[in-house]
């Protein structure tokens, strides 16, 4: 059982350009979390995503960011007009169900905006 | 606002010492708090999730214990080994599915 996917693993755009994160959580996991790790700082919560629904977007900024899970293919984190202050380690999570209590991590994607 | 704090922020042990991290967190609302492994340029690796105050739980040469009423967690390695150097990291949730708020984490350096 493949763990948790992330593409690409690092990522180079400029300012203006907008970002595609991809994440392909664990087979069965239907629960999704995308975290951010900003420089010098601990991982936070973004968003928490079950297919085709946003549960909980409050760790989103309320611009430029968004985030979905189709029913088929991966979660995509999308960061439109990025800046540079968007350059970060985004990782995604995935769980099995509304009981379990663990979440399983991807090896996350690193944003460098020049 | 929900604050996990974990000390120290880091650590320089010589391999076969032992050590202890504490993770303190809100004892309000508590559903489950986590410990974490992240060695650099790979996932984190969830090592144990507790859920009741008293909770102890042990890995090979790694244990775990809860207090919820208090609301710390300590994080013991026995013998360290240079493998063990990496990040631990505790994080909290409310309820079940519910986000991670997670520590800075603890950077741990294990010296042959």
Same mark, same amino acid.
């Given at each position: ?7 690409p ?6 300012? !203006?350009?907008? /970002?595609?994160?991809?994440? $392909? ?13 900003l ?9 928490? #995503? ?8 409050? !760790?989103?900024?309320?611009e430029?960011?968004? /985030?979905?899970?189709?029913? &088929? ?11 540079r ?8 999570a ?7 209590? &663990?979440?399983?991590? !991807?090896p996350?994607t690193r +944003?460098?905006?020049? | 606002? #929900? ?6 922020q ?5 391999e076969?010492?032992?050590? =202890?991290?504490?993770? $303190?967190?809100?004892? $309000?609302?508590?559903?489950? +708090? ?6 650099? /340029?790979?996932?984190?690796? @969830?090592l ?15 244990? @775990?214990?809860?207090?919820?009423k208090?609301g710390? $967690? ?11 150097? @990496?990040?631990? +990291?505790? @994080?909290?949730?409310?309820?079940? =599915?519910?986000? +991670?708020?997670? !520590? ?7 010296r042959?």
């Amino acid at each position: 059982n493949a763990g948790v996917m992330q593409n690409p693993r690092h990522l180079v755009r400029r300012r !203006g350009q907008e /970002a595609r994160l991809r994440c $392909s959580p664990m087979k069965g996991h239907s629960h999704v979390y995308w975290y951010r790790q900003l420089p010098e700082e601990g991982l936070k919560f973004m968003v928490y #995503l079950q297919k085709e629904n946003i549960i909980d977007e409050s !760790g989103m900024p309320k611009e430029r960011f968004s /985030a979905e899970f189709p029913k &088929e293919g991966p979660s995509i984190l999308r960061i439109q007009q990025v800046v540079r202050g968007d350059s970060a380690a985004y990782f995604c999570a995935s769980s099995p169900s509304a009981t379990y209590y &663990e979440q399983y991590f !991807g090896p996350g994607t690193r +944003l460098t905006v020049t | 606002i #929900l604050n996990v704090e974990q000390s120290p922020q880091s650590l320089h042990v010589q391999e076969g010492d032992s050590t =202890n991290f504490t993770c $303190s967190f809100p004892s $309000s609302n508590f559903y489950a +708090l986590h410990w974490y492994r992240w060695e650099t /340029a790979k996932s984190p690796e @969830a090592l144990f999730v507790m859920t009741l105050n008293g909770d102890e739980k042990k890995k090979g040469r790694i244990s @775990a214990t809860l207090n919820t009423k208090e609301g710390y $967690s300590y994080l013991y390695i026995k013998g360290s080994q240079p493998e063990d150097s @990496a990040t631990y +990291l505790c @994080a909290f949730h409310t309820g079940a =599915n519910s986000k +991670l708020t997670f !520590g800075k984490g603890i950077t741990l350096s294990v010296r042959p």
